[in-house]
């Protein structure tokens, strides 16, 4: 589990086929000693596995569902991208909760200064739209960030100039695709809404003595 708070920005220095998936070489001199094989590191939202420990880099393997489902099945070398370690038990959540199991890919729209600021606007697959809500969460390119408003092309986010610094997101032009996480809590609402699990509303009402007296008071 992550927070979509960025530790480092990664570069992607070799991608090569493996085994029906891919391999990707990650670049991420300062990150790279405390990290060891067998360990979750989120790459650019994308939940993986490292996989092998290099001096400056560190090796990930990609499955096809991954190759299929986020941008990294068409990623290059030389792309930077955003990479976060998992939250330990009794760290401070500053973002929100990103599992690292992208939903869908979008695209940037538009990208304008607001002040110091930016707000950029993201498209969205039609099947995500119900996981939007304005205020609500949203995880690009494995970035908590905060929905502004909702468009019909898709949403809006306010961007702090230290995030559109240390983040990949100031390296995105128009067209540009991204990964997209919805909030996991809207998932388990709508499934438990789907099970017919969630509890019916019951007409407000008022206790009465009678209640009252026999329950002891």
Known sequence: MFTGIVEAIGIIRARSASG???????????????????????VNGVCLTVVEIKTRDFVCDLSMETLRRTTLGKIREGISVNLERPLAIGDRLGGHFVLGHVDGIGRLISAVSIGEGMEMEFSVPAELDRYLVVKGSVAIDGIS????????????????PYTYRV????????????????????????????LGLMPERKPDRKLT??????QGY
């Open 145 to 160: 960030l905060t929905i502004a408003c909702l468009s019909a092309n898709g949403f809006n986010v306010a961007v702090i």
């Open 209 to 214: 003595v009678e209640e009252l007296k026999e």
């Open 167 to 194: 983040t990949n997101l100031h390296q995105l032009h128009p067209g540009d695709v991204v990964n997209l996480e919805g909030d996991v809590l809207a998932k388990y609402f709508e499934r438990f809404a789907q």
């Open 20 to 42: 029906g998936g891919a391999t990707l070489l990650i670049e991420a001199e300062g990150m790279v000693p405390g990290l060891k094989a067998g360990d979750s590191i989120a």
